[in-house]
């Protein structure tokens, strides 16, 4: 393939069966490699989506600077995004996130305002808050309200899982901003009634780089509950795991959240008989080697202890 830009080279991401990790042969699963975007993750979508809308509607002026709470990701996404178009960037970060987070932003030139890791990605929303109210001059997407996150999703994650494999029975993500199991999902109810939508999500006070427990007290205006048919719980030690075991059975380098939703479709695979069910892997694994995961041995404490089915 030829492009003309990075930006270009958004999307279109991989679909590749892991089915070697499923308990029930009549169950197939299958990764989509988000770490395949240019700055290794899912949100290269939304950054893309929420600028180049905010750019088409006249809310974004030349030169104008970006702020952004987030765990990494997006702000990665964002650096990427708005270095090409010529707009500064700032996000705020839990002091928390792993150091790669911290180079990649600085690679990517975006200036980091560190919030306190033990508030997680909530003290960061309320400091952006803080700082985008002494700044009214600064854009801030705000991808936990922002419709263009969903969107995102609906336009270009979900067409391709229908490409790739018209089969398709259930999606399972992770659950953020609640942005990819919105938008992905919408569109795969729309195109194909019957499509289950399953998040994966921690448990409260537990860290999963990237995922939200809706019980720790927000519910981000972009995630729409009735697209969710269901919610597994994972615990991190469990995530770390089966990340591990993602690498050295399928040679898939995910980050921790992808073995949480393998976790959680393994989890759905016990309670059907059949079906196609997509994991969406958020990101790579490059970003996680500083926790050694891969080359330290997690005993799974109490495993899914919470784990939480409603269909
Ligand atoms: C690593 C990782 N996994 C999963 C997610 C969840 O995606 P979403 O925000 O679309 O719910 C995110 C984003 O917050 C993430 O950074």
Redesign the pocket.
Known sequence: MRYRSVLDMVGNTPLVEISELSPKPGVRLYAKLEGQNPTG???DRIAKFMIEAAEREGRLQPGQTILEPT????GIALALVGRLKGYPVKVVMPDAVSPERTELLQAFGAEIIYSPGDLGTNGSVALAREVAAQHPDWFMPF?YENPQ?PSAHYYTTAPEILADLPEVTHFV?????????TGTGRRLKEERPGVRIIAAAPHPGDQV???RSLEEGYIPPVLDESVLDGRIVVDSATSFRVTRELTQRTGIFA???GGAVVRAAQRLAERIEEGHVVCLL??GGWKYLSSHLWTTDYATIEEDVADKLWW
């Open positions: 993750s899912v949100k765990s990494g990701n997006t991808q996150n993500a992770g659950l953020g901003t609640g942005g990819t199991l780089q990237g995922l980050g921790i959240s958020a990101d």
